[in-house]
């Protein structure tokens, strides 16, 4: 399967009224557009092949996804942990990158992705930072 296949189906995933990626991966795109995509493979590869086109997603977001500033922002920031607390000295895939941070659900060993959105809702940017970074800091 190639790249721009999958690009594709990411993204007219999210402009259907599908909930659920696997069912709209098992039941519309293999059995509605399997001549759109005659060399799909099964939902577990595709899902191991979304990586490859995951800088290729966040370069489509920064360039054609954002909203603009309309004077009023708002900024949020919400913890994405990389595995349970318990397990943070053992884990060995990003090590050098994550942190443990605390957040307003407690620790958390792992990133922490802001948000800035318009007063409209739309997102202008976003930023991922170890989750030991304070909201209040400036250069976020």
């Not at 069912?23 to 191991?48: M, Q, T």
């Not at 370069?59 to 054609?64: G, S």
């Not at 920031?77 to 053992?90: D, E, L, Q």
Request: some cysteine; charged content about 20%.
């Amino acid at each position: 399967m190639s790249e721009s296949e999958i690009r594709t189906i990411l993204l007219c995933y999210h402009f259907g009224p599908f909930h659920n990626f696997k069912h709209y991966y098992l039941f519309f795109i293999k059995e509605c557009l399997s001549g759109y995509f005659p060399s799909a493979v099964s939902y577990n590869r595709f899902v191991e092949l979304l990586p490859r086109v995951f800088f290729q997603m966040v370069a489509f977001m920064r360039i054609y996804s954002f909203g603009r500033c309309l004077g009023i922002s708002f900024v949020d920031s919400a913890m994405i942990p990389v595995c349970h607390n318990a397990r943070r000295y053992f884990n060995k895939v990003f090590d050098g990158f994550v942190k443990s941070g605390k957040g307003t659900m407690g620790w958390c060993y792992g990133f922490k992705l802001y948000l800035l959105c318009n007063d409209t809702g739309d997102i202008i940017t976003f930023c991922f930072t170890p989750a030991n970074v304070n909201d209040r800091d400036e250069r976020v």
